[in-house]
């Protein structure tokens, strides 16, 4: 079951200056490599880079940055580095190679070197740890649907320990510091080390948080900003953890209007049946869980990561599913590794998510959202509200970059109308506040990944058309659905 759980919730003269940075320190190079085994693909080249732990105390101590690259074999077309992110906030060394298999277009590759980064805490950079048991980090990033008041309290008490391991580690010291504001200041930092005056960059899911942030503390050393299925305002704070359940209920629509056309899996001959059937089958298992060991809650995550590509493959692969659950038979094989470091994964991720923004701290807060919400969004509302380590966390070094609208006209956010994870309403939000400073492109389909990732080559063809020649639309835009296709990547992004 492990398997299945990981598959679902299982990255300097014209250096601007940050509140408390010196632009004096001069800016490192960085000296390229044979690449990790695991990191190791065609033309990808890896280095390092050592950037302050505080950028206030600049001379102070420092972490070690890990990235990667596919450099541009044209140099007559190339216009400089498309740093990356995938989200998460997850490691990213394999990002460029990710990209180039989902497509990246050859005028975008000639254009950038594509510049993939581990985070600050994550895989192959300066690592944090919790000291997650196997369990914990099996647990993931995503909260269980909480059945019952007493399942919040059963939650809190859980994740309240993990923030105790999180703060007595021997990683503590990076807790205040660990920070998207950080991570897009060192972002900067792998700008003057590459010697380049300006940096684009591509993010999606949490790494549309950190385009934001990026573009707002360098908006005169950031070029082209695309960000993809968008964060709210906030980052991942509260406010967008609930917002799964939101997620949920505008994606399902997709997936019951296809089941309901395809009477071989049996899961009901309209949507509203399959909708239904969705109830059954968590209610039944929230009695008697799968031999396998599938409760309710873990039903409804695995729905909810089903629901991440609407491609033909990933549908039919959570029909199985729901097929199997249904009626009492083996579920299907599930051959998807466990991500390498994976204590490195869930730790980093919430030394960032936790210390970007300050989250209630009474678990009654948690469990009224939960009643809300349970009633609000039924399907995934109970697991969206429910309550995270950052409950716990002590306060971040500093206060949260408010997202600006001052700056130049550089960001292109990308934006399905259905996405499970971050639904166009935390999109609207980060618009709202990017102002004249971004045009939103929307997609009408569904999924969690618009660019390369999603099924619309209107909306391919935008981005590529601004990363590759600068021609961002002046005004927000549409493109209208196309038909899915059978087979396409999925993007794996938190």
């Not at 997620?247 to 899961?267: C, I, M, N, S």
């Not at 969004?377 to 716990?392: D, E, K, L, Q, S």
């Not at 949260?400 to 990308?414: C, F, H, K, Q």
Request: proline content about 9%; aromatic content about 8%; charged content about 20%.
């Amino acid at each position: 079951m492990r398997r299945y759980v990981t598959a679902v919730l299982a990255a300097a003269a014209t250096m601007a200056v940050a509140p408390g940075v010196s632009a004096a320190t001069p800016a490192p190079t960085v000296t390229w490599a044979e690449c990790p085994a695991d990191v190791a693909a065609p033309d990808v080249e890896c280095g390092t880079l050592r950037v302050p732990l505080d950028y206030r105390d600049p001379g102070g101590r420092t972490i070690e940055l890990a990235i990667s690259r596919i450099a541009s074999k044209n140099p007559e077309k190339r216009r400089g580095v498309l740093l990356t992110n995938p989200g998460g906030p997850s490691e990213g060394l394999t990002f460029p190679a990710t990209l180039r298999l989902a497509g990246l277009p050859q005028e975008v590759r000639d254009s950038y070197d594509v510049i993939g980064i581990d985070p600050r805490g994550l895989g192959r950079s300066t690592p944090a740890t919790c000291d997650l048991t196997l369990e914990q980090q099996y647990a993931g990033s995503v909260p269980p649907y909480a059945v019952t008041p007493q399942d919040v309290l059963t939650r809190a008490e859980a994740v309240k320990k993990i923030a105790q391991q999180c703060t007595t580690s021997s990683t503590a010291y990076l807790l205040p510091h660990n920070t998207t504001a950080n991570i897009a200041r060192d972002l900067d930092r792998i700008r003057a080390a590459l010697g380049e005056r300006r940096a684009s960059f591509l993010g999606y899911s949490y790494g549309s948080y950190l385009g934001a942030v990026y573009a707002t503390l360098f908006p005169r050393t950031s070029d082209r900003v695309v960000i993809d299925s968008n964060l709210g305002a906030g980052g991942w704070d509260v406010e967008a953890g609930r917002l799964y359940g939101r997620g949920v209920e505008d994606t399902f629509p997709d997936f019951a209007k296809w089941a309901a056309a395809r009477p071989e899996f049996g899961l009901g001959g309209t949507p509203e049946a399959v909708r239904a059937k969705y109830f059954d089958i968590a209610g039944r298992l929230d009695g008697t869980p799968s031999p396998e060991g599938v409760t309710g809650p873990l039903f409804r995550a695995l729905t909810f990561g089903g629901l991440y590509s609407t491609t033909d493959r990933s549908f039919t692969a959570l029909a199985e599913v729901w097929r199997s659950l249904d009626t009492g038979a083996p579920l299907p094989p599930n051959d998807t590794p466990a991500p390498p470091r994976l204590d490195s994964l869930i730790s980093g991720r919430n030394y960032v998510v936790c210390g970007d923004s300050r989250w209630p701290t009474s678990v009654a807060t948690y469990q009224h959202n939960v009643a809300v919400d349970r009633v609000r969004h039924p399907m995934f509302g109970a697991a969206a509200a429910n309550v995270y380590p950052c409950a716990f966390w002590p306060d971040a070094a500093e206060k949260p970059v408010r997202i600006s609208d001052r700056g130049p006209r550089n960001v292109l956010m990308a934006q399905n109308d259905r996405d499970p994870a971050t639904p166009l309403a935390g999109a609207l939000s980060t618009r709202r506040a990017l102002g004249d400073r971004a045009a939103l492109l929307t997609v009408d389909q569904g999924g969690h990944g618009t660019y390369l990732f999603g099924t619309n080559a209107c909306a391919d063809d935008r981005v590529t058309e601004y990363l590759v020649g600068g021609q961002r639309p002046a005004h927000d835009v549409r493109c209208a659905a196309e038909a899915p296709r059978s087979e396409g990547p999925t993007l794996s992004i938190g």
